[in-house]
């Protein structure tokens, strides 16, 4: 059949080979091992950097979850500018709220005289006023049951808010009075009586050894009155000297060791 068709077998022959040349590069494109070598090269990089992204992600994922969570952790430091809070305004000083006195007097609804040694130390701060000490719980004269304290000047009318009234034993009744505005000097003592023009306006049965004697509204005065009423506590070391018809082995009384009025 070669024989019969020449033309035919020749055109063939042309076609293999130039599909040969064709292809002949291809294959050595294909089957180059060291361009096979780089891309697979290329490719394990590739793949490596996509690895690692991917761990990046997780690692900082981990560690938000990590602060985030549980109750152990921390909270990460502020990096912006710190705030500080404002101090409160300072408060007046209680030396500067206080009203001091210029003056006192005994008040005992006798003589006035009733320790009179000690009250003027009580302005100072050198000594305690100390009242007689009684064959029963509350002062008498006479037989006749009283009231006895000192009398405070406080220089001028001024409004008072209140009184704190330290005292030797606790237990005592007190009382606090206040002059009217119009009383301009130290009052008179009145035998079984209060101080004319005076007005009681704060007391406290079984006062504490620090005891605040307050008014229920401030109160513009001078002179203010702190005395002891009934009861009174017995007090430590009787002096067994003073005779009592009927001596039950106490003696009572008490002291005023600081008295501090608080402006209003």
Known sequence: MSEGFPEADQDTEWLHGTMATATAHMEAVRMDPARLRRAQRRRRLSEGGVAAGVLSVALVATG??????????????????????????????????????????????????????????????????????????????????????????????????????????????????????????????????PPAGFTKVADAENAAKQTVLTPKVPITTRFVLVWFTHPLPSVPNPDKSIRCAHDDGNRYGDSITAVQFARG
Request: charged share 15%; glycine share 14%; net charge negative.
């Open 64 to 193: 938000i979850a990590m602060q985030g969570g549980g109750g152990a952790a921390k909270t990460p430091a502020l990096t912006g500018p710190t705030r500080t809070s404002q101090a409160p305004t300072t408060a007046p000083s209680t030396t500067a709220a206080l009203i001091k006195p210029v003056a006192v007097g005994v008040y005992d609804e006798d003589d006035g005289t009733e320790g009179k040694p000690g009250s003027d130390g009580v302005l100072t701060g050198t000594s305690a006023w100390t009242t007689n000490e009684y064959c029963q719980p509350f002062a008498t004269h006479a037989g006749i049951t009283k009231s006895t304290g000192l009398v405070f000047d406080l220089g001028r009318a001024t409004t008072l808010a209140d009184s704190t009234v330290d005292i030797g034993i606790p237990g005592a009744g007190l009382e606090m009075w206040v002059a009217d505005t119009s009383i301009q000097t130290m009052p008179a003592v009145l035998p079984g009586q």
